[in-house]
């Protein structure tokens, strides 16, 4: 065993028939992986925490609408990494020509399968401190970066399951650390390809800016339609010190076939700001719980998604501005269109701590039907523990507004053109917002597509 590794030993006594079963999968997959100590001891600690924990259910309120009784992690066979760097001649087309319409990035990262294919990252920004790198390789050379930032945030009981899942399964990840005042000018982006039919891919994305730092950073997940059920797995820890600005994207557009569960933590600190997007166009089944921590007096915090479903997608959106501290801001909007017989769910919730005076919070959801068979629930929420604050929410669910459409015909638009018109004018206030033109036109092309498609 080389030095500073560990090969981790599950135990599969763990007290049922079935939990053994996934454990002994479990362990068969640790026991090839040879990493850094730091990660193989959080990775036995995820497991236990998954094994003690029980499977959440429909009686939960959080977990009403989307029923986990079929997800099975045995069934699933964790990927393994034995491949080497590639050429960008040789990455995955989609890749390619992502690739090709942004060129101005501070740095890429390309993972297949969790396996990292490509990586490159700004000299100048490197000379100045700024890490870009795999967690592996942290682990391995800055152990105490990951000591103070990795799984460190407050997740609730509601995510702990899959959170757990998460960390135990975990198959690529990178860390992005922006050291204080340094303003990354272009983006930092990392593509995840996924095309190994039943395989689960578990990423995380750890980026830190330490105080008066600005980044961008993006997150795009690709794949194929599968024949055979893929699972994907995704955590995000944010932490912004002092006056930091940390942007982030995650634009989801994979194909049939995949579950997603995506679970994002933003820590902002004293004037820091956060400014977050999320775009699910793509898998059978997404999930997103997606938390602001206002951690520091003055923080502000932006919380922006879309969504277009189409076929039969379910899409599940759990968001949290939590306020801890006085004087922050945050603001969510939040908007999903919906065709053919597609479902989604919005469940958000404001919470201010007591003592977390001159809160300024505001969420909206809307939501817009393409058809009759479409339906979506939005459940906002407030829970107020100051006395001083501004606090407001609000949810809609409307059918394409037929006024609308047959004013657009009567000038010549037949209804696909009509309703393409309407449907950017709805996400348009979103989208105007997704830091990148090739991201943004990306998104477009994608939604173009769903509507010629229905």
Same mark, same amino acid.
């Given at each position: 065993? #080389?030095?500073?590794?560990?090969?981790?030993?599950?135990?599969?006594?763990?007290?049922?028939?079935?939990?053994?079963?996934?454990?002994?999968?479990?362990?068969?997959?640790?026991?090839?992986?040879?990493?850094?100590?730091?990660?193989?001891?959080?990775?036995?600690?995820?497991?236990?925490?998954?094994?003690?924990?029980?499977?959440?259910?429909?009686?939960?309120?959080?977990?009403?609408?989307?029923?986990?009784?079929?997800?099975?992690?045995?069934?699933?066979? =964790?990927?393994?990494? $034995?491949?080497?760097?590639?050429?960008?001649?040789?990455? =995955? +087309?989609?890749?390619?020509?992502?690739?090709?319409?942004?060129?101005?990035?501070?740095?890429?990262?390309?993972?297949?399968?969790?396996?990292?294919?490509?990586?490159?990252?700004?000299?100048?920004?490197?000379?100045?401190?700024?890490?870009?790198?795999?967690?592996?390789?942290?682990?391995?050379?800055?152990?105490?970066?990951?000591?103070?930032?990795?799984?460190? &945030?407050?997740?609730?009981? %509601?995510?702990?399951?899959?959170?757990?899942?998460? &960390?135990?399964?975990?198959?690529?990840?990178?860390?992005?650390?922006?050291?204080?005042?340094?303003?990354?000018?272009?983006?930092?982006? #990392?593509?995840?390809?996924?095309?190994?039919?039943? *395989?689960?891919?578990?990423?995380?994305?750890?980026?830190?800016?330490?105080?008066?730092?600005?980044?961008?950073?993006?997150?795009?997940?690709? &794949?194929?339609? %599968?024949?055979?059920?893929?699972?994907?797995?995704?955590?995000?820890?944010?932490? *912004?010190? @002092?006056? #930091?600005?940390?942007?982030?994207?995650?634009?989801?557009? !994979?194909?049939?076939?995949?579950?997603?569960?995506?679970?994002?933590?933003?820590?902002?600190?004293?004037?820091?700001?956060?400014?977050?997007?999320?775009?699910?166009?793509? +898998?059978?089944?997404?999930?997103?719980?997606?938390?602001?921590?206002? $951690?520091?007096?003055?923080?502000?915090? @932006? %919380?922006?998604?879309?969504?277009?479903?189409?076929?039969?997608?379910?899409?599940?959106?759990?968001?949290?501005?939590?306020?801890?501290?006085?004087?922050?801001?945050?603001?969510?909007? !939040?908007?999903?269109?919906?065709?053919?017989?597609?479902? &989604?769910?919005?469940?958000?919730?404001?919470?201010?701590?007591?003592?977390?005076?001159?809160?300024?919070? !505001?969420?909206?959801?809307?939501?817009?039907?393409?058809?009759?068979?479409?339906?979506?629930?939005?459940?906002?929420?407030?829970?107020?523990?100051?006395?001083?604050?501004?606090?407001?929410?609000?949810?809609?669910?409307?059918?394409?507004?037929?006024?609308?459409?047959? !004013?657009?015909?009567?000038?010549?638009?037949?209804?696909?053109?009509?309703?393409?018109?309407?449907?950017?004018?709805?996400?348009?206030?979103?989208?105007?917002?997704?830091?990148?033109?090739?991201?943004?036109?990306?998104?477009? $092309?994608?939604?173009?597509?769903?509507?010629?498609?229905?």
């Amino acid at each position: 065993m #080389a030095e500073g590794t560990v090969t981790s030993d599950v135990s599969t006594d763990t007290g049922g028939p079935a939990v053994d079963s996934i454990a002994r999968g479990l362990a068969t997959f640790v026991r090839a992986v040879h990493e850094p100590s730091l990660l193989g001891r959080l990775r036995r600690e995820a497991w236990k925490v998954f094994v003690d924990t029980p499977m959440p259910t429909r009686k939960s309120e959080e977990w009403r609408y989307t029923d986990l009784a079929k997800l099975d992690p045995e069934s699933y066979a =964790p990927v393994s990494c $034995e491949g080497e760097r590639v050429t960008l001649d040789e990455l =995955p +087309a989609p890749v390619r020509k992502a690739m090709e319409s942004d060129r101005d990035r501070a740095g890429v990262m390309v993972r297949h399968n969790g396996c990292l294919e490509h990586l490159r990252i700004d000299p100048a920004l490197e000379a100045r401190g700024l890490i870009y790198a795999p967690l592996e390789d942290v682990a391995a050379e800055r152990p105490e970066l990951l000591e103070r930032f990795l799984f460190q &945030s407050d997740v609730a009981p %509601m995510e702990q399951k899959l959170w757990a899942l998460h &960390s135990a399964l975990l198959s690529g990840g990178y860390l992005l650390y922006v050291p204080q005042e340094v303003d990354v000018e272009h983006p930092v982006h #990392a593509f995840r390809y996924l095309d190994e039919e039943g *395989g689960v891919v578990s990423t995380h994305s750890l980026i830190v800016a330490e105080a008066g730092a600005r980044v961008t950073c993006i997150d795009e997940y690709v &794949s194929p339609d %599968m024949e055979q059920e893929s699972l994907s797995l995704n955590g995000v820890e944010i932490f *912004g010190a @002092e006056g #930091a600005t940390v942007s982030y994207l995650a634009v989801q557009q !994979y194909g049939r076939g995949v579950k997603h569960f995506s679970m994002q933590h933003s820590n902002t600190g004293k004037d820091s700001t956060l400014n977050g997007f999320n775009v699910t166009l793509g +898998a059978d089944l997404a999930r997103s719980d997606v938390t602001s921590h206002l $951690e520091g007096e003055g923080a502000r915090s @932006e %919380m922006l998604a879309l969504w277009f479903g189409d076929r039969d997608q379910h899409f599940d959106h759990h968001t949290l501005q939590h306020h801890e501290a006085p004087s922050a801001h945050s603001d969510l909007l !939040y908007k999903g269109a919906l065709a053919a017989s597609s479902t &989604s769910v919005f469940r958000g919730l404001i919470k201010v701590a007591p003592g977390a005076q001159l809160t300024d919070a !505001y969420q909206t959801n809307r939501n817009l039907l393409l058809s009759k068979d479409a339906s979506a629930v939005a459940l906002p929420n407030l829970e107020i523990g100051a006395d001083d604050v501004k606090c407001s929410h609000g949810a809609t669910v409307g059918q394409v507004d037929d006024t609308m459409l047959f !004013y657009l015909m009567s000038r010549g638009l037949d209804r696909e053109q009509a309703e393409r018109l309407l449907v950017f004018g709805f996400f348009d206030e979103v989208l105007e917002r997704v830091p990148g033109e090739g991201v943004r036109s990306r998104i477009r $092309e994608s939604i173009e597509a769903k509507i010629e498609g229905r």
